[in-house]
């Protein structure tokens, strides 16, 4: 059988753009396929702008420390596309084996009959086929882009749908304002179906997204810091609703906002029926969570060997204004605990507001190292990177590659040795990860 990079060099023929927010074409390939989303476990649906990742990584650890099995949906991939369709297992789930996912890559192809689809349509349906095909307890499904007509709404009663904290990305599908924004992501919520509203950053996106929950008839209708809350209190972290509270271990990933996550994701599995799955289920699960990519301390690896000694080397992906915005608020706080210069490498794509996402490190981040995105043709060029860090105020250079970035650390004098975070890009992420040794799991 062909591979599944050769199955997917193929696909990118079938539609003249990598990016065409519609229905209509998955939905005629599901039904092609005999409707493998009308056959799948319950099901809990994720959009937002940031937070969509870790929130579902904490469901999952909830989940498979309560001993259910938990089938996945991500995306994008950091390393390999199988990153993005874990099957769930009791004890813990996988990435598809490649004989799976070039089989279920084949059959969609051949239904398909070169009809026009775009790449993300006809994987997704791919990874619904497999899902439907393997037993589990549930399915977490992460939304590609927007809400509304992304190729993941074709799910008609989802056990609950969830909308992390909404912010500005995407402006050129999604629409340039706050309420634009949350209007598509609202696109998910269904009649008669939970949804959860996770705390917002901007009281316009609440606002759209109660109005929006409530005219189409969701139901119930669970608002972050009006029905439920969760919040730090001497290490731990203390989650409360309308059936009580929660006194748990802070969740093991880093970063304040990880509060607010890991209080959606709890919200979450109790609106959608798994709330009784044991105090010690969510205990065990909040000090197991796995999230590679996004605020991870490398702590080994070949990368993490290059860098001046003692330093600490942090990796994340991050990459529009808000979510800069969380990150130096996450750095800012490292920085309280113990006091060591920040020093940002940094690669973006031409299609982010790289002004604003750096802006929030002026005043924080003693300088940064500029390195071009390899492989990704809408990257910014390093050089241009270095310019824009220092429009916003931020001392800059470059590098011609991340490894000749951080070996220049080396060089430099430092009363005490930095605090490097690599940022600026999911690719960059990944690309951090495979040239580390450590690639996702």
Not at 117 to 126: C, D, L, M, N, P
Request: proline fraction near 6%.
């Amino acid at each position: 059988m062909e591979s599944s990079d050769a199955l997917m060099a193929r696909f990118l023929a079938l539609h003249p753009r990598t990016i065409d927010l519609s229905l209509g074409r998955i939905e005629r390939l599901l039904a092609a396929l005999g409707h493998p989303e009308r056959r799948l476990p319950p099901v809990i649906h994720v959009a937002g702008t940031n937070g969509k990742g870790s929130t579902i990584a904490t469901m999952r650890a909830i989940l498979e420390a309560g001993g259910l099995s938990a089938h996945v949906y991500t995306s994008p991939h950091l390393v390999r596309f199988h990153e993005r369709i874990r099957l769930g297992a009791v004890g813990g789930g996988r990435f598809v084996p490649e004989d799976r996912l070039a089989e279920a890559f084949a059959r969609c192809e051949a239904v398909n009959a070169g009809a026009p689809i775009t790449v993300f349509e006809i994987t997704t349906a791919a990874a619904l086929l497999l899902f439907a095909e393997a037993p589990a307890d549930v399915l977490l499904l992460e939304v590609g882009l927007g809400g509304r007509v992304d190729a993941t709404n074709v799910i008609d009663k989802p056990a609950c749908a969830v909308v992390t904290p909404i912010g500005r990305d995407h402006a050129e599908y999604l629409g340039d304002t706050v309420e634009a924004v949350a209007g598509e992501k609202a696109g998910i919520f269904k009649r008669g179906c939970p949804a959860v509203i996770a705390p917002q950053d901007y009281a316009q996106a609440d606002a759209v997204l109660c109005a929006r929950a409530e005219a189409v008839g969701a139901g119930p209708i669970l608002v972050g810091n009006q029905d439920f809350s969760a919040h730090e209190e001497r290490g731990r972290l203390v989650y409360q609703d309308e059936d009580g509270l929660l006194d748990l271990p802070r969740p093991k990933l880093a970063g304040r906002h990880q509060i607010v996550n890991a209080g959606t994701a709890i919200a979450a599995l109790r609106a959608a029926g798994f709330g009784d799955i044991g105090i010690e289920a969510f205990e065990a699960g909040l000090t197991s969570i796995e999230w590679p990519g996004r605020l991870q301390r490398l702590r080994q690896g070949r990368l993490a060997g290059l860098v001046p000694p003692g330093a600490e080397l942090w990796l994340d992906g991050g990459h529009n204004i808000d979510g800069g915005r969380i990150l130096a608020a996450a750095m800012a706080d490292l920085q309280e605990r113990g006091d060591a210069p920040l020093v940002l490498v940094s690669g973006l794509l031409g299609t982010k507001d790289a002004e604003g996402f750096l802006a929030n490190f002026a005043g924080l981040a003693r300088f940064l190292v500029a390195v071009p995105l390899p492989g990704q043709m809408a990257a910014r060029p390093a050089e241009e990177v270095a310019e824009i860090a220092g429009r916003v105020g931020l001392s800059a250079a470059t590098a011609p590659s991340l490894e000749a970035a951080l070996v220049s650390l080396r060089d430099r004098a430092w009363e005490r040795p930095p605090r490097v975070l690599i940022c600026g890009s999911l690719y960059l992420a990944g690309a951090v990860l495979a040239a580390n040794g450590t690639p996702p799991t």
